[in-house]
T-cell receptor
Framework: DTEVTQTPKHLVMGMTNKKSLKCEQHMGHRAMYWYKQKAKKPPELMFVYSYEKLSINESVPSRFSPECPNSSLLNLHLHALQPEDSALYLC?????????????FGSGTRLTVV | QKEVEQDPGPLSVPEGAIVSLNCTYSNSAFQYFMWYRQYSRKGPELLMYTYSSGNKEDGRFTAQVDKSSKYISLFIRDSQPSDSATYLCAILNYGGSQGNLIFGKGTKLSVKP
């Protein structure tokens, strides 16, 4: 299995809603990432988990809350988002120290905040 | 100066053309260079990986790194309509065993039949 699976593929939420994005991989990778990608822009790093511990938080607002319950799963909890948070949210995974394989990305969750 | 600079295009070529995509970067310590391809509404997929300077070839694709000029390139030979996508250069900025991919803006390529 060489895939990163993200659910849901599309999500529309109101500014007062609470929702979660899910990401799963079964490649044995021990680093997992959340990226945010606005239209016609490159992906921007939000969070990095290494061996299930949060290792990088790129000054992301607290309305985004990551969680890594185990080595295969990564969640992003969303609360009180703003319309400008509408974007494609990408999950990726890699094996720490094995740079030649790059990162494997999921297809993303397209989030619209209304 | 941004860490990675890439001309966003768009770039339109006829089928069969040779395509040249380029990026420049600012930090001479970078050593891991990648090209990702992203189709519309999909996540990026790794196309090519290069360590340090030199060339790497995979089928119709060639990746080239010139560390002396901090310049990375991707060449696509005999381009096909299926190559139409956004191409993102990426550089791995790492410390210890942990890295962070820094992406260029991406170049949107359209190959016309």
């Amino acid at each position: 299995d060489t895939e990163v699976t993200q659910t849901p593929k599309h999500l529309v939420m109101g500014m007062t809603n609470k929702k979660s994005l899910k990401c799963e991989q079964h490649m044995g990778h021990r680093a997992m990432y959340w990226y945010k990608q606005k239209a016609k822009k490159p992906p921007e790093l939000m969070f990095v988990y290494s061996y299930e511990k949060l290792s990088i938080n790129e000054s992301v607002p607290s309305r985004f809350s990551p969680e890594c319950p185990n080595s295969s799963l990564l969640n992003l909890h969303l609360h009180a988002l703003q319309p400008e948070d509408s974007a494609l949210y990408l999950c990726a995974s890699s094996q720490p120290g094995q740079f030649n394989y790059g990162y494997t990305f999921g297809s993303g969750t397209r989030l619209t905040v209304v | 100066q941004k860490e990675v600079e890439q001309d966003p295009g768009p770039l339109s070529v006829p089928e069969g053309a040779i395509v040249s995509l380029n990026c420049t970067y600012s930090n001479s310590a970078f050593q891991y260079f990648m090209w990702y391809r992203q189709y519309s509404r999909k996540g990026p997929e790794l196309l090519m990986y290069t360590y340090s300077s030199g060339n790497k070839e995979d089928g119709r694709f060639t990746a080239q790194v010139d560390k002396s000029s901090k310049y990375i390139s991707l060449f696509i030979r005999d381009s096909q309509p299926s190559d139409s996508a956004t191409y993102l250069c990426a550089i791995l900025n790492y410390g210890g065993s942990q890295g962070n991919l820094i992406f260029g803006k991406g170049t949107k390529l359209s190959v016309k039949p």
